[in-house]
Each structure stands twice: as structure tokens, then as C-alpha cells.
């Protein structure tokens, strides 16, 4: 197959005003509306009915399936199951991990990677990829040895604050060297104690692939070999890295997978969540109702539950979703992803190099480090309330940006130096871009951001 740098289908919809919080919501492109329009005249219930209209339905469901799994370099065996979006996919794992399993996390990661997973042990975000990696492998070394510094109850905002430096170099904003206990887990809080000290029941590592607030990649690949290495199984939450870079759980050798199509081009309602098939397969499903259930017999709890993916899609599924969201991975997986990348670095470039020129540029700080960043830059604007500047970047200037915590409150109590569970007031200024972004729009909001700080 030859890749086109970029099709007609990968066009954006819409314009008129320069839209820079794709990590919020991006804009449908063409592969999605097309493929809702062919589907409107004749689209019925999916896996519910005889007729042409639900046989179609059902096919085109079952289609969509095994493109997105295609996608994410599905291995097989592995399921894809249809969420709403990442937060309901991290959900729906959280609540399918086999009893006395442990999850550890990072603590700069978006709440829905963060607040779902129980029994867990929450480490603070570290400040380099090599950094996260030895980390990981120290607390898990130490989870299965019994020993190393576990908090008994970290409940609460969990995570040692590792400096109050708000330089943002480094992993994730966290200061290098800051905190350097080394000992144990360095910080790391730790919700419930299931077994009291070692840990012999399943593992999982939870970790974005890209931060929604610095845009940094973490070092998925590499966590996933430690964690591998210990025993242990790994969840990516792709949201912000699924519209940037190709993933494959192959290459990358993750447990599972989870997205949001609204933050792939495809409309609302739809996300993903990929991976091994046993836990899901031995959970109690995740939506009980019709659909999920294979027989109901007259007794109560008398239920067979159906395996596979239909076991936690309970309920009428989502066929525009789901065929919108695989029309847009297939029209991506014939795309040169290299070119995209490029293209969006240089639109990085453009944005990092004109903040250097903003009136009063030597005030506005910039988070994370610029080594492996998607197109998401966040700012802190001393002095200057983020919400305001945003709204006049709107109302004067007709261009979306955001403003606030972003769903990561520790990482950004930590990259402002904040304190205290309701630190760092309004928070940061985040632009976010993507497919159908250009130079122009980057200068649009350098000319603004000029006008406004004057
Ligand atoms: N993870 C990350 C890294 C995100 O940026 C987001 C959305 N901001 C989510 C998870 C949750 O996505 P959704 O709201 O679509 O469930």
C-alpha cells in the first residue's frame, strides 16, 4: 500500500477561527462525517435484529472493530471493546484487574489515569524517561520483595511534591535531581495495602503516552519492558498520543490500550480500550444488561454472561461512534505518519521560538521539555490571570485556547509550585494542535498573545 502524506480525508471541517485545544476536543475530518453520511439512510440496531438494517449494522460495528484493532497493531487474541471515551475505557479496566491486583502510577498523569485504579501505589512523576524507568523497576522490585518505604495510606492527593521549582525541565515539569531520597520509592503513597507488604497478586502500570499538559511522550516501550521484566502488565492511556504518533501494541509490547475518538478526529461518544483478553474475559461485566448477557434464566443472578468484547458493551451500541472512529484510524494507517510528525514539529518550533518574542516574553514559562513533545504547549503567565487571557484570545481574537488545571491537578500544582489540594488558582494558558493546524494559526496566536501582554 502506498502512503499519501496526507489524504483528503484526513481535511478538517470547519473553519473560521483558529482552533488550538485539539488535546480538548479535536475537529472531525472528512473520513468520520463521510462515513456517519453513508450510514445515516441506513443504519438500524447493531447485534439485535434480522433485518438489512441491522445486518448492516451489525456488520459495519464488527468492521470497525478489526480496523481500529489493524490500528493499534492488535495481537491476536486481543480484544477491542467500545467505550465512551479513555475515561470509561481506564474505567472499565480498573474494574476488570483479577482481585488483589496492585496498580502503580505516576502522579503527573490525567485524573482519568489516575483516580480509577485501586490498591494503588502512586509515585511522584519523575523528571527524565530514564528516570521513570528506574522507578518503575525499583518499586516494583520492591513490591515483590515486601520491602522499601510503602506509605500504609497515601489517600488524597498522593505523591510527594518533588520541588517547588516551576522551571518545567524535565519529565513531566518534575524537577531533576529535586527530592533525590532515592530510597524505596522516593515519595511514593500508596492507597491500601492489600497483602500488607509483598505483593504476590497481579501487577499493572498505568501510564500516559503523552502528558495532556506538557505534550511530553513518555517512554512507553521502555515501561513496558520493565514492567514485563517484574511480571507485571502495562496500560497506556493514548488519549493525547493516539492523535500524534502511530501506535502499535507489537511493537511497543503493551497490555492495553485506551483512546478517545473525539480527540481523534471522529466525532463524540465513542473511545477504545485494546488488549489482552483474559482479565476482561474473567471480569463481571462492566454495563450488566442486554447484550452483556448471554442467557437469563428466572432466578435471580441466574445469568450467563457473553465473552469477548459484547460481555462490557451492555447495551445498544454505538455504530456511528464506532464506524466514524475506524474511519478515521484507517484513513491515519494509510497516511505517512513520519510527514505528519514533521510537519507538527515545525509547528512546535514555530510556537516555542515566537514565545521568545512575545512582549514581556521573559516572564512567560514554558512547561516540559521539548525532547519528545506532541502539539501541546502549556504556559504560565506571571501576573496574568490564564482564564482571562484566554477569554480575550477568544473574544478579540476568535482563537480556543484553555485555560486551567486540565484534569492533572498534581502535575500542575507541581509544575506551578502550588501548594495544598487547591493550589495554583487559575492554572496554566494550554495551546493544542494537530491535523489542519498551520503556520498561520501559530502566528495568529503569537500576534495575540503580543497584543494582550503589551
Ligand atoms: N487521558 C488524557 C491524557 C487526557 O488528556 C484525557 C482528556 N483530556 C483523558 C485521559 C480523558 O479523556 P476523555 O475525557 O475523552 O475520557
Known amino acids: 500500500m502506498s502512503l499519501a502524506v496526507q489524504t483528503a480525508d484526513l481535511d478538517v471541517i470547519g473553519a473560521g477561527f483558529v482552533h488550538l485545544d485539539y488535546a480538548a476536543t479535536a475537529p472531525c475530518v472528512r473520513a468520520a462525517a463521510e462515513a456517519v453520511n453513508a450510514l445515516l439512510p441506513s443504519y438500524g440496531s447493531v447485534h439485535r435484529g434480522t433485518g438489512p438494517r441491522s445486518q448492516t449494522s451489525t456488520l459495519e460495528y464488527e468492521r470497525a472493530r478489526d480496523v481500529i484493532a489493524d490500528f493499534l497493531g492488535c495481537r491476536p487474541g486481543d480484544q477491542v471493546v467500545f467505550t465512551r471515551n479513555t475515561t ?7 474494574r476488570a484487574l483479577p482481585p488483589g491486583t496492585t496498580t502503580v502510577v505516576f502522579d503527573g498523569e490525567h485524573h482519568a489515569n489516575l483516580l480509577p485504579w485501586p490498591n494503588q501505589l502512586r509515585l511522584p512523576a519523575p523528571a527524565t524517561p530514564e528516570e521513570a524507568v528506574a522507578a ?6 520492591d513490591l515483590r520483595s515486601g520491602s522499601g ?3 500504609p495510606s497515601g489517600a488524597g492527593f498522593g505523591g510527594a511534591r518533588r520541588g517547588a521549582d516551576p522551571s518545567g525541565a524535565g519529565f513531566s515539569g518534575a524537577r531533576r535531581g529535586a527530592d533525590p531520597s532515592g530510597a524505596g520509592f522516593g515519595g511514593a503513597r500508596r492507597s491500601a495495602s492489600p497483602s500488607g507488604g509483598r505483593q504476590s497478586g497481579p501487577v499493572l502500570l498505568a501510564v500516559t503516552g503523552a502528558s495532556n499538559v506538557t505534550g511530553e511522550v513518555w517512554p512507553v516501550r521502555a515501561l513496558a519492558a520493565v514492567a514485563h521484566a517484574h511480571g507485571a502488565r502495562i496500560v497506556v492511556d493514548a488519549a493525547q498520543l493516539a492523535p500524534h504518533e502511530a501506535i502499535d501494541l507489537r511493537e511497543i509490547d503493551a497490555d492495553y490500550v485506551a483512546l478517545s475518538g473525539h480527540k481523534l478526529y471522529a466525532p463524540f461518544g465513542a473511545g477504545v480500550l485494546a488488549g489482552r483478553a483474559d482479565w476482561l474475559d474473567a471480569a463481571p461485566p462492566y454495563l450488566a444488561g442486554g447484550g452483556a448477557s448471554a442467557a437469563v434464566g428466572d432466578e435471580v443472578g441466574d445469568v450467563r454472561w457473553q ?4 460481555r462490557h458493551e451492555g447495551g445498544t451500541p454505538n455504530l456511528l461512534g464506532a464506524v466514524s472512529l475506524a474511519a478515521v484510524c484507517a484513513a491515519l494507517a494509510a497516511t505517512d505518519r513520519t510527514a505528519l510528525h514533521d510537519r507538527e514539529q515545525q509547528l512546535l518550533a514555530q510556537l516555542r521560538d515566537g514565545l521568545r518574542y512575545v512582549k514581556g ?3 512567560v514559562t ?13 504556559i504560565a503567565l506571571p501576573g496574568r490571570d490564564p482564564s482571562g487571557v484566554a477569554t480575550r484570545l477568544a473574544d478579540e481574537f476568535g482563537i480556543g485556547v484553555r485555560a486551567g488545571l486540565f484534569c492533572a491537578h498534581p502535575l500542575v500544582r507541581r509544575l506551578t509550585g502550588a501548594t495544598g489540594n487547591n493550589g495554583c488558582e487559575g492554572g496554566l494558558l494550554r495551546a493544542s494542535f494537530g491535523l489542519g493546524t498551520t503556520p498561520a494559526d501559530i502566528d495568529a496566536l503569537l500576534a495575540a498573545l503580543h497584543a494582550i501582554l503589551r
Open 366 to 378: 514554558i512547561f516540559g521539555p521539548w525532547r519528545a513533545r506532541v502539539g501541546i504547549v502549556s
Open 136 to 141: 518503575v523497576d525499583r518499586a516494583l522490585t
Open 149 to 151: 518505604s510503602l506509605h
Open 88 to 94: 470509561d475505557a481506564l474505567n472499565l479496566l480498573a
Open 361 to 363: 516574553a521573559s516572564e
Open 307 to 310: 465473552t469477548g468484547p459484547a
